[in-house]
């Protein structure tokens, strides 16, 4: 079976069932009062519990506290309930005796626990139950991953992970010490200029942020491990872990070409594409008289933007996003 | 009377990020869409009408994007609205006896219970509650082009490492406007103006003629465009690029002598939510007791000072109708100058949140107004035009790829991707794979299955949400955001486990799919 979230599956059976027991609540009024007090209850067991927090107690109190609630509302749920029920620690006991020996692949996902309670709505009249979920996010996924995304034009931030299962291979090439006897590095390849450079990370990071020096390049980022100290097993200065995706760094500058003499045209209406020379356009440069070759992009758009200063026109700080309530926009007008 | 010599096309981008809490009524966050509706949505909508009651002929486009549509259309939260609404009135009728000593204070009173006692006739008598109508009638009659938005705004510069998930809010984006709008939107805003070339594929294939990127964008296109942001541009796939004009774009939005500045107009900062005593706001304020906006301001901004003098209604128009002046003024001989330098006529575009006008620049919608009737009746040099009529005019553009931009602070994407936030990028990353995976797993999957596979995506396309990651930036409401976060990646996750173990707990996925109601018509096999 593939995995899943022990807990998770766990608070899924919890709250089925109490629901099923609110189904029972609305047949028998006596039921009600009963039921209500042991989801108080358990509630408040549940949140005792997830805040001392160590996994192995907290499975425990879990499988409790179904089993109490099984008992609990038996008598008044009649099939769906008991079926349920019996799943549920089925599926506990074996989710008990498989964790142990599955990979840590689970152990990490096991980590995005999602914890369910029951409230009810205090309101007699109101019979439905609440799912109040709670979520925290996985601390990782357990992938052997490299992923680059472009900040600026001139900072990369790159993200990464290795997996267990691929620690584990590499320490049973490399010996148990390998992550001792080696370090982290990043190589930074530019594959528009054909450059690469590398830079020492450390263990306890998981992400990077990276100056570059060229902006609009392909960059690709390659995750290894340098031997730092004796490693009988490791006979190469460089072992090679991932590699990253590839993204372009954006561009931060008027391009200009002085090779480029043609522009291209195109009808959207039509398609049809046709090729001018720049000069024939920029009728501006004609009037003053300027020679094709020596003209500079720039200093036509100094003309076209008289008024603003093109080398740092984009800044202006957007209050993006329309949230109403950041108060981004209006502490501008202070 | 002078010649028309060129186009200034105004694009504002209505934008709230999905805010739907049936479970309780303690979320503050939901105020967000009722404050913009009553001081933005319904301002312009009104503002429209009478244009268009007084025969001015206007131009205007305007982006709606995909949660504010489910918003709006959401019964509860229309509900909700007039509940907002009721109370209000209740307030300003308190305000009026509280204030009767003084008199300029006490006509402010009345002017907010008739305005939000009008607010209420029109949602409920006029619009019938549907503002989404409201808006396509003008749509209908001309003057208005609506234009679509990512699924749920997200931002495509962090997620086109998977493509798919870009194609996807491009899709639901494309979708959700068909079903509200009865046709296919030509232009889409970018959220945040994100520009990433891999996604033009995606435009082109749901049908996108346009897209608004910010003046670098433009500028720092490839090769170097000849007219800069006052002609279009289009990429070698086919999407057409306009770029945002920076001097009048600076006219409105600087800090230092922007026209929401302005010392005549309202103080957004001064609300009785926070000056009135305590015991008398607290069934207007928040639930637990905090002081937020109740939407009754009485001050000016005034100047430098924390001494405030009171708001004049007179005063803050006649200062709109001068910055109108100076707005159409500055466009002539912008446009005077640039003419002689382009090809075709030059346009000059001019994008802004909606949510400026009337929410943070409470005189917007009527500086608006103004400036459409002196373009219509002064002489001035040029006219209003939506994108697809300038691309209708002049199809003939230069081939160029748009610079990868966005139209956030230093124009890149900081914003979204710095140290407070950037541990949320990796979740975002596995989701969306971990939903393709689901879609090749389960392609053409039928009855439970398939409601759970789609909820999967509602739940991926929330997560993905830009504004989460810019309220973390902005330091305001983070806890919400990061719930938020939490929550769809965590309704995500757990759907995911449930479908590939194929134990779909159907009161689970009811209970989220009722918090979590949008994109009715989502087919999760766009990530196949």
Same mark, same amino acid.
């Given at each position: 079976?593939?995995r ?13 069932s ?7 609540k609305k047949?028998?009024?006596k039921t009600?009062?009963k039921n209500t007090?042991s989801?108080?209850? +358990? =509630?408040t /067991? &549940?949140?005792d519990?997830?805040s001392k927090?160590k996994?192995a $107690? #907290? *499975? @425990?109190s879990?499988? +409790? =506290?179904? /089993? &109490?609630k099984?008992?609990a509302t038996s008598k008044t749920?009649? $099939? #769906? *309930? @008991?079926?349920t029920k +019996?799943t549920t620690? &089925? ?8 964790k142990?020996?599955?990979? @840590?692949?689970k152990?990490?996902?096991t980590?995005?626990t999602?914890?369910k309670v029951?409230?009810?709505k205090s309101?007699?009249k ?13 601390y ?14 001139n900072?990369l931030f ?6 267990d299962?691929?620690r ?9 010490n390998?992550f001792e006897t080696?370090k ?6 530019n594959?528009?200029?054909n450059y690469?450079?590398?830079i020492?990370i ?13 902006s609009k ?9 340098r ?7 490791i006979?190469?200065?460089y072992i090679?872990?991932s590699?990253?995706n590839?993204?372009e760094?954006p ?11 043609m ?5 959207t209406?039509?398609?049809v594409?046709?090729?001018k ?8 440069i004609?009037n003053?008289?300027?020679?094709y ?7 036509f758009?100094?003309?076209l933007?008289?008024?603003?200063d093109?080398e740092e026109?984009?800044d ?5 996003s ?12 202070k | 009377?002078q010649?028309?010599?060129g186009?200034?096309?105004?694009v504002?981008?209505a934008?709230l990020p999905f805010i739907?809490?049936?479970?309780s ?5 939901e105020?967000?869409?009722?404050e913009?509706i009553?001081?933005?949505?319904i301002?312009l909508?009104t503002?429209?009408q009478?244009l ?5 002929n206007?131009?205007i486009t305007?982006s ?6 489910s918003m709006?259309d959401n019964?509860?939260?229309?509900k909700k ?8 009135i209740?307030?300003?009728e308190?305000e009026i006896?509280r204030?009767?000593?003084d008199?300029?204070l ?6 907010y219970f008739?305005?939000?006692s009008?607010?209420?006739h029109?949602?409920?008598d006029v619009?019938k509650?549907?503002?989404?109508e ?5 749509q209908?009659i001309?003057?208005?082009e609506i234009?679509?938005c990512?699924?749920t705004h ?11 998930t870009v194609k996807a ?9 068909e079903?509200?709008f009865?046709?296919?939107p030509r232009g ?5 103006c994100?520009y990433?070339?891999?996604a ?10 346009y897209?608004i990127?910010?003046?670098?964008g433009?500028?720092?296109?490839d090769?170097?465009?000849l007219y ?6 289009v990429?070698?796939?086919g999407?057409?690029?306009?770029g945002?004009?920076?001097e009048?774009s600076?006219q409105?939005?600087?800090?230092i002598?922007g026209y929401?500045?302005d010392?005549n ?7 009785i ?6 015991d008398?706001?607290k069934?207007y ?6 002081r937020?906006h109740t939407g ?7 100047g430098k ?7 004049n209604?007179q005063?803050?128009k ?6 109108a002046g100076h707005?159409?003024?500055c ?6 100058n ?7 006529p030059?346009?000059?575009?001019c994008p802004y949140?909606?949510e400026l006008?009337g929410?943070?620049?409470y005189e917007?919608p009527?500086w608006?107004y ?10 001035c040099?040029f ?5 697809s009529?300038y ?5 003939n ?7 990868r931009?966005s139209?956030?602070a ?5 914003v ?7 541990y949320?990028h990796r979740?975002?990353?596995v ?6 995976e ?6 053409n999957a039928?009855?439970?299955?398939k409601e759970?596979?789609n909820?999967?995506?509602r ?6 949400s830009?504004?989460w990651?810019?309220?973390?930036t902005?330091?305001?409401m983070v806890?919400?955001?990061k719930?938020?976060i939490?929550?769809h990646i965590g309704r995500?996750t757990?759907l ?7 134990e779909?707990d159907?009161?689970?996925l009811?209970d989220i799919?009722?918090?979590d109601?949008v994109?009715a018509?989502?087919?999760?096999m766009i990530y196949y």
């Amino acid at each position: 079976m593939p995995r899943k979230t022990k807990e998770t599956n766990e608070i899924i059976k919890q709250a089925k069932s109490s629901n099923t027991a609110d189904v029972a609540k609305k047949e028998s009024p006596k039921t009600t009062a009963k039921n209500t007090k042991s989801v108080a209850k +358990k =509630s408040t /067991a &549940k949140k005792d519990t997830t805040s001392k927090s160590k996994p192995a $107690t #907290k *499975k @425990t109190s879990t499988t +409790k =506290s179904v /089993a &109490k609630k099984t008992s609990a509302t038996s008598k008044t749920v009649a $099939t #769906k *309930k @008991t079926t349920t029920k +019996k799943t549920t620690s &089925k599926t506990t006991a074996t989710k008990t005796a498989s964790k142990k020996s599955t990979t @840590t692949k689970k152990k990490a996902d096991t980590k995005s626990t999602t914890k369910k309670v029951l409230t009810k709505k205090s309101t007699a009249k109101k019979q439905k139950v609440d799912i109040v979920e709670y979520y925290d996010l996985p601390y990782r996924y357990n992938q052997t991953v490299v992923k680059v995304l472009a900040q600026t034009p001139n900072n990369l931030f790159i993200y990464w992970d290795i997996s267990d299962a691929d620690r584990e291979n590499y320490k049973k090439q490399y010996g148990e010490n390998f992550f001792e006897t080696t370090k982290p590095v990043l190589i930074i390849h530019n594959t528009t200029l054909n450059y690469s450079f590398e830079i020492d990370i450390n263990d306890f990071a998981n992400s990077w942020y990276l100056h570059v020096n060229d902006s609009k390049c392909d960059y690709k980022i390659e995750l290894g491990r340098r031997p730092i100290a004796e490693n009988p097993k490791i006979n190469t200065n460089y072992i090679y872990i991932s590699t990253s995706n590839e993204i372009e760094s954006p561009n931060d500058h008027v391009l200009f070409n002085k090779e480029q003499k043609m522009v291209y045209f195109r009808n959207t209406k039509t398609g049809v594409q046709v090729e001018k020379p720049i000069s024939a356009n920029l009728s501006f440069i004609r009037n003053m008289g300027k020679i094709y070759d020596n003209y500079d992009i720039k200093e036509f758009y100094k003309v076209l933007y008289k008024n603003e200063d093109i080398e740092e026109f984009y800044d202006l700080s957007n209050p993006s996003s329309g949230n109403p309530s950041s108060g981004s926009l209006s502490s501008k007008f202070k | 009377m002078q010649e028309k010599k060129g186009y200034v096309s105004f694009v504002l981008h209505a934008h709230l990020p999905f805010i739907h809490h049936p479970e309780s009524d303690d979320y503050l966050e939901e105020s967000w869409l009722y404050e913009a509706i009553s001081e933005t949505y319904i301002p312009l909508l009104t503002n429209f009408q009478k244009l268009v009651d007084e025969g001015v002929n206007f131009r205007i486009t305007m982006s709606m994007t995909p949660p504010l549509l489910s918003m709006l259309d959401n019964k509860l939260l229309q509900k909700k609205y007039i509940n907002y609404l009721n109370q209000l009135i209740e307030l300003s009728e308190k305000e009026i006896k509280r204030t009767a000593g003084d008199e300029r204070l006490n006509q402010l009173a009345h002017y907010y219970f008739d305005r939000y006692s009008n607010d209420l006739h029109l949602f409920k008598d006029v619009y019938k509650c549907n503002l989404i109508e409201a808006f396509k009638h003008f749509q209908d009659i001309g003057v208005l082009e609506i234009i679509t938005c990512g699924a749920t705004h997200g931002y495509f510069p962090i997620l086109y490492v998977n493509e798919k998930t870009v194609k996807a809010q491009i899709a639901v984006g494309v979708q959700t406007y068909e079903r509200y709008f009865g046709r296919k939107p030509r232009g889409i805003w970018l959220p945040e103006c994100g520009y990433v070339p891999e996604a033009d594929k995606y435009l082109k294939e749901f049908g996108i003629d346009y897209i608004i990127t910010e003046t670098h964008g433009i500028l720092y296109a490839d090769p170097t465009p000849l007219y800069g942001t006052f002609a279009p541009i289009v990429s070698p796939e086919g999407v057409i690029a306009f770029g945002r004009d920076i001097e009048s774009s600076r006219q409105v939005w600087s800090s230092i002598n922007g026209y929401p500045g302005d010392f005549n107009y309202r103080e957004f900062y001064r609300d009785i939510g926070y000056d009135a005593d305590y015991d008398y706001i607290k069934p207007y304020i928040a639930h637990n007791g905090v002081r937020v906006h109740t939407g009754i301001k009485y001050y000016r901004i005034t100047g430098k000072t924390e001494f405030k003098d009171y708001y004049n209604i007179q005063w803050a128009k006649d200062s709109a109708e001068k910055q109108a002046g100076h707005f159409l003024d500055c466009r002539t001989a912008q446009i005077g100058n640039l003419v002689q330098y382009t090809e075709n006529p030059p346009i000059v575009l001019c994008p802004y949140d909606a949510e400026l006008y009337g929410h943070w620049w409470y005189e917007g919608p009527y500086w608006l107004y103004i400036l459409f009737k002196k373009i219509y009746y002064d002489d001035c040099n040029f006219e209003l035009i939506t994108p697809s009529e300038y691309i209708d005019k002049y199809p003939n553009m230069q081939v160029c790829s748009p610079c990868r931009s966005s139209w956030g602070a230093n124009g890149y994407s900081e914003v979204w991707l710095n140290p407070t936030n950037d541990y949320v990028h990796r979740h975002l990353h596995v989701a969306g794979d971990r939903m393709c995976e689901l879609a090749h797993l389960y392609p053409n999957a039928e009855g439970l299955k398939k409601e759970a596979l789609n909820q999967c995506a509602r739940e991926l396309l929330l997560a993905q949400s830009s504004d989460w990651l810019f309220i973390i930036t902005n330091g305001t409401m983070v806890d919400y955001a990061k719930k938020r976060i939490k929550d769809h990646i965590g309704r995500f996750t757990k759907l995911y486990y449930q479908i590939k173990d194929d134990e779909i707990d159907e009161e689970f996925l009811e209970d989220i799919g009722e918090k979590d109601c949008v994109f009715a018509d989502i087919d999760y096999m766009i990530y196949y």
